[in-house]
């Protein structure tokens, strides 16, 4: 069946640093993966997406592209801030492109220190 | 975007009380709602999928008595801990998606459920 593989936190980096969370998964088909981030207190919030391979998906400085013959989904950003703590979750979605049935990583909790 | 609501945010119960969760899509209407459960340190696990108006669709493993889902209106889906046990202490959230158009999954903020 689908899985999602996360690297394992917790992650604390320092006020513009570089970012790289791991994200590799296994599944039949053409899946749709997703980022979410959960900031203390609140709920789960999709960061970015990419439906097909090689697509690149992008949001507030963060970055993940579709890497099929590598089935990985790595998110990336340049210069983190304080306010990026937060726990991010890996995620594939079941083949239509929609989102409203997923398979989660285990989550990686990030701390920015100033 | 779309506003997912989720409570109680936290609860303690004793063993063998049942504890209801609920899960409210403030500003669409939902067809079908998700219910996640997540234990330590592990991924979110799907457990059931809620529909509106019939019966839930419950994953492989997952105890239909144990956890009751009603899903009695398209704004509203409940999920019951029924005798609950310490082993059923865990994070439990809940998501929904609009019914055109939008494929994204807006996710309630999430139960933490500790039974004693």
Redesign the interface.
């Known amino acids: 069946g689908d899985s ?1 593989t996360q690297m394992e936190g917790p992650v604390t980096l320092s006020e513009e640093a570089f970012l790289t969370i791991n994200c590799t998964y296994t599944a039949t088909g053409y899946p ?1 993966l997703f980022w ?1 981030v959960q900031y203390p ?6 960061l970015l997406k990419a439906t097909k391979a090689d697509d690149k998906g992008s949001n507030k400085g963060f970055e993940a592209t579709y890497r099929k013959e590598t089935t990985s989904f790595h998110l990336e950003k340049g210069s983190v801030q304080v306010s990026d703590s937060a726990v991010y ?1 890996c995620a594939l ?1 079941r083949g239509d ?11 990686t909790q990030l701390t920015v220190l100033p | 975007g779309a506003v997912v609501s989720q409570h109680p945010s936290r609860v303690i119960c004793k063993s063998g009380t049942s504890v209801k969760i609920e899960c409210r899509s403030l500003d669409f209407q939902a067809t079908t709602m998700f219910w996640y459960r997540q234990f330590p340190k592990q991924s979110l696990m799907l457990m059931a999928t809620s529909n509106e108006g019939s019966k839930a669709t419950y994953e492989q493993g997952v105890e239909k008595d144990k956890f009751l889902i009603n899903h009695a209106s398209l704004t509203l889906s409940t999920l019951t801990v029924t005798s609950a046990h310490p082993e059923d202490s865990s994070f439990y959230i809940c998501s929904a998606s609009p019914p055109r158009g939008n494929t994204e999954a807006f996710f309630g903020q999430g139960t933490r459920l500790t039974v004693v």
Do not use: I, P
């Open positions: 999602v749709s979410y207190g609140e709920g789960l919030q999709l979750f979605g492109g929609s989102a409203r049935q997923l398979t989660f990583g285990s989550g």
